[in-house]
């Protein structure tokens, strides 16, 4: 019963469709099943939360697709370590590393200022680590957004420390009207306007992460 409903979400993400138009559709599926009526619940209560789709599956896809030729046009023939800011970054490095085509190691860093709201602390705290030395490495530290520069300049600096043989930040949505601490990732996806936005690894409250798009997330959701 799953795949109808993912199938559904993506249908939404790669047309122009109107968010009640889906919903009516949604609606074919209500009363199939015990599961089927869980399933349906959820999808609604998702797409209602959802204000706009900023960006497609297809859109992100493409400029995915790009940012991994542009690395590879960098980096190819360097040892090269990719660091991953989990968790909403998964989904994105997972997509990146695969369009990069030459070898890389990949490490994971959990770390963040939001905790379970709309706004950063300030203060990072770093809850996991990378396991291996990254001196005389060349460093690709990849979020999923930028928005403060808290997070990744906190984190550059960390790994600066640390001596790699370079340190490059790249970043799939940037909102630089958030930005507090003047830094600008190396690279950058998509440059997207001060909205609270969910989709694609990115979340409110570990909510969110599986759509395939990434969208605006309505305020009601978290008024």
């Known amino acids: 019963?799953?795949?109808?409903?993912?199938?559904?979400?993506?249908?939404?993400?790669?047309?122009?469709?109107?968010k009640n138009v889906f919903i009516k559709t949604l609606n074919?599926?209500?009363?199939?099943s015990f599961i089927m009526n869980l399933l349906y619940r959820e999808?609604?209560?998702m797409m209602e939360n959802?204000?706009?789709?900023?960006?497609?599956?297809?859109?992100?896809?493409?400029?995915?697709?790009?940012?991994g030729a542009e690395l590879t046009a960098e980096y190819?023939?360097?040892?090269?370590?990719?660091?991953?800011?989990?968790?909403g970054c998964a989904w994105f490095v997972s997509d990146l590393t695969r369009a990069m085509a030459m070898p890389l190691r990949v490490e994971f860093m959990v770390a963040s200022s939001?905790?379970?709201g709309t706004t950063t602390s300030g203060n990072v705290n770093v809850k996991l680590d990378i396991g291996q030395d990254i001196e005389g490495k060349h460093v690709i530290l990849v979020d999923d957004i930028i928005d403060s520069g808290v997070t990744f300049a906190a984190i550059s600096a960390?790994?600066?420390?640390?001596?790699?043989?370079?340190?490059?930040?790249?970043?799939?949505?940037?909102?630089?009207?958030?930005?507090?601490?003047?830094?600008?990732?190396?690279?950058?996806?998509?440059?997207?306007?001060?909205?609270f936005v969910v989709g694609y690894g990115l979340d409110y409250a570990q909510d969110y992460r599986n759509l395939p798009f990434i969208g605006v997330l309505d305020p009601k959701a978290y008024a």
């Open 28 to 32: 074919l599926f209500q009363g199939r």
């Open 114 to 116: 939001y905790g379970d």
């Open 76 to 87: 190819k023939g360097k040892d090269v370590v990719v660091i991953a800011l989990l968790k």
């Open 50 to 67: 959802i204000k706009k789709v900023l960006l497609t599956e297809e859109q992100i896809a493409a400029r995915v697709k790009e940012l």
């Open 43 to 45: 999808a609604i209560i």
């Open 1 to 18: 019963m799953l795949p109808y409903i993912i199938l559904l979400m993506r249908l939404v993400t790669s047309i122009t469709i109107d």
């Open 158 to 195: 960390m790994l600066k420390e640390r001596k790699p043989a370079s340190l490059k930040t790249v970043a799939l949505c940037d909102k630089v009207e958030r930005r507090i601490n003047g830094l600008d990732a190396d690279y950058v996806g998509f440059v997207i306007p001060d909205e």
